[in-house]
C-alpha cells in the first residue's frame, strides 16, 4: 500500500508537510511508508512531544462484589476466583463457558449459576447522585449539511433543562448573520459566539471556552457534548449520517437510559474503542492520550461532579483529534458507557471496523 494521490505539500493523511522527494518516497518505498503510518516518519511528532501515556491501571471491583466463596473448578489456568455478588448472588472476573460452574469451596464442590463482571450491565466501580440539570454544548461548522445535524439535536431540545452553549465557526464567506439567526431559532441558546475556523484543529478550537462555560462541581448536573457531524465527510457520507443518528438516536432518543448509566459512569457514549498498550492510538495525527480508549464520534454526556475534579486546560490537546481524546485524557474505559456498542469492549477486540461503514448500521447495537 502506498499514499496514492498524494502531492508535494501538506499531508492531511499523515499530518506533516512532504515535499516532491518525500512524496517519492511515500509513494514508492513501503518502509518509510509504514514508518508514517505508525507515526514515526519523518516530520511527524517525536515521542518526546507526546502526552504522557498512563501506566496499566489494576482490573476495577465492582461495588456490588462480596467476599470470595471459593474458585472456579472449570479447568483454567490460575483458578479463577469466584466472589458474592449484591445483585446477582455469584460472580467471576470473566466469563468462561454458559452454563452452572463448578465452584471448589473448602473441601467440597458446588455448582452455582455465576454472573460474569466484564459483560455484566450491574457492573460499577461507583454510585452517584442522580443527574437533575442537562446541559447542551454544540459545536457548529455551517458547512455541507449541517442543517440535518443542527435540525436532529433541535428535534431533542427538550432534554436540555439546564444551559445550552453553541459555537458556530465561521469562514470568511459565509453569511454568518443569516446562519447565527438559523441556529438561533432552533436551539434558542443561552450563549451563542462565533469564531474563525480553523481548518486543522476543526472542533478543538471552541472545546475549551464550550467545557468551561457549564463546568462546576455540582452532583445533580450532566452535559451533553457534540458537534455538526459529517458536513463535511467527502466519502462514505452514508456511514457518517447513519453514525451521527445512531448517536443521537441513543444518547439523546433515550436520555432517561443516559441518565441512568451516568449514575455508575463518568461520561455515557457510544462506540467505545479499547486498544493494548503496545498498539499505537488509531488518531490519525497519532495522538496519545493517557488511557488507551475513545468513544468515537465524539458524542457524550459526562458528569460535572467527576470531571470537575479532574480537567485541566491541558487537557485538551491542540490537536485535530483533542476533543475526541478528552474522556481519555481524564479517565480510563472503566469509567465510560458505550450505549450503542457494535463490537466487544476489549483490547483484543482492536482493531475495529470503521464506523463510517454503512453496513455496520444493518444491525441495532443498541444496550
Known amino acids: 500500500m502506498s499514499c496514492d494521490g498524494c502531492e508535494p505539500g501538506w499531508c492531511e493523511r499523515h499530518i506533516v508537510h512532504k515535499p516532491a522527494g518525500l512524496v517519492h518516497l ?21 515521542p518526546s512531544e507526546r502526552l504522557p501515556v498512563a501506566k496499566k491501571l489494576p482490573d476495577p471491583v465492582c461495588i456490588h462484589r462480596g467476599d470470595k466463596i471459593g474458585t472456579a473448578d472449570c479447568g483454567c489456568a490460575g483458578k479463577p476466583k469466584v466472589y458474592q455478588c449484591g445483585i446477582h448472588g455469584f460472580a467471576m472476573d470473566r466469563k468462561l463457558k454458559p452454563g452452572k460452574v463448578p465452584v471448589v469451596m473448602g473441601e467440597g464442590k458446588q455448582y452455582f449459576d455465576v454472573a460474569y463482571c466484564n459483560v455484566c450491565d450491574d457492573f460499577a466501580t461507583k454510585q452517584y447522585p442522580p443527574i437533575m440539570t442537562r446541559n447542551l454544548i454544540y ?20 432534554v436540555f433543562n439546564g444551559r445550552r452553549i453553541v459555537a458556530i465557526a465561521t469562514d470568511t464567506d459565509m453569511d454568518v448573520d443569516a446562519i447565527w439567526d438559523e441556529v ?4 434558542r441558546p443561552h450563549v451563542l459566539f462565533t469564531t474563525p475556523n480553523d481548518p486543522k484543529l476543526r472542533e478543538t478550537v471552541t472545546f475549551m471556552p464550550l467545557v468551561e462555560s457549564v463546568l462546576n462541581e455540582s452532583p ?20 457518517a449520517r447513519r453514525w451521527r443518528e445512531s448517536m443521537v438516536n441513543n ?31 488509531p488518531y490519525p495525527t497519532r495522538l496519545r492520550a493517557r488511557h488507551q480508549w475513545m468513544c468515537s464520534g465524539t458524542f457524550w454526556w459526562f458528569r460535572h461532579d ?62
Open 139 to 158: 459545536h457548529i461548522y455551517p458547512a455541507g449539511d449541517w442543517r440535518e445535524s443542527l435540525n436532529e439535536i433541535a428535534a431533542h431540545i427538550e
Open 26 to 46: 511515500c509513494q514508492n518505498n513501503e518502509r518509510y511508508f509504514k514508518a508514517w503510518e505508525e507515526g514515526r516518519g519523518p516530520g511527524q511528532m517525536k
Open 251 to 281: 444518547l439523546l432518543g433515550r436520555w432517561g437510559d443516559a441518565m441512568r448509566h451516568l449514575g455508575r459512569y463518568a461520561f455515557v457514549g457510544t462506540h467505545k474503542m479499547i486498544w493494548p498498550d503496545s498498539a499505537l492510538p
Open 306 to 367: 467527576r470531571i470537575a475534579e479532574l480537567h485541566t486546560p491541558e487537557a485538551i490537546a491542540r490537536d485535530r483529534y483533542g476533543v475526541e481524546a478528552w474522556p481519555s485524557q481524564l479517565v480510563p474505559h472503566t469509567e465510560a458507557y458505550s450505549m450503542w456498542q457494535p463490537w466487544l469492549e476489549d483490547a483484543a477486540a482492536y482493531p475495529q471496523r470503521s464506523p463510517y461503514d454503512a453496513r455496520l448500521y444493518d444491525r441495532d447495537y443498541s444496550r
Open 184 to 187: 438561533m431559532v432552533a436551539l
Open 220 to 239: 445533580n448536573e450532566a452535559t451533553f457534548y457534540c458537534h455538526t457531524k459529517g458536513n463535511t465527510t467527502a466519502d462514505g457520507k452514508t456511514g
